[in-house]
Nanobody
């Protein structure tokens, strides 16, 4: 049973970089054909797919966030990380990491999520 756990600051100031880490247990992030996604849900809105890193290390980003988003991984720790730069209050959301068979919003397992608030 694969489990995912998000971690990182719950409060980020405008213009700063949001950084979150997803720790995966019960399976390796290098296992063939799985994609490790970041998804968010602003208050009162729907889910938004942000990007993913594949088992191979290839990365995929939402066109609307591509200029501000970076996803990387640490295979020795079985973790992958999201960085979102130049944040604004509109980036306030619950952020989820998730495993799927493709770099999309359709996922198999998802972490519980972590609320990140952007405020001065």
């Amino acid at each position: 049973q694969v489990q995912l756990q998000e971690s990182g600051p719950g409060l980020v100031k405008p213009s700063q970089t949001l950084s979150l880490t997803c720790t995966v247990s019960g399976g390796s992030i290098t296992t063939n054909y799985y994609y490790w996604n970041w998804i968010r849900q602003p208050p009162g809105k729907g889910l938004e797919w942000m990007g993913a890193i594949a088992y191979s290390g290839s990365t995929y980003y939402s066109p609307s966030l591509k200029s501000r988003t970076s996803i990387s991984r640490n295979t020795s720790k079985n973790q992958f990380t999201l960085q979102l730069s130049s944040v604004t209050p509109e980036d306030t959301a619950v952020y989820y990491c998730a495993r799927g068979r493709s770099p999309t919003i359709a996922t198999i397992e998802r972490g519980k999520g972590t609320l990140v608030t952007v405020s001065s």
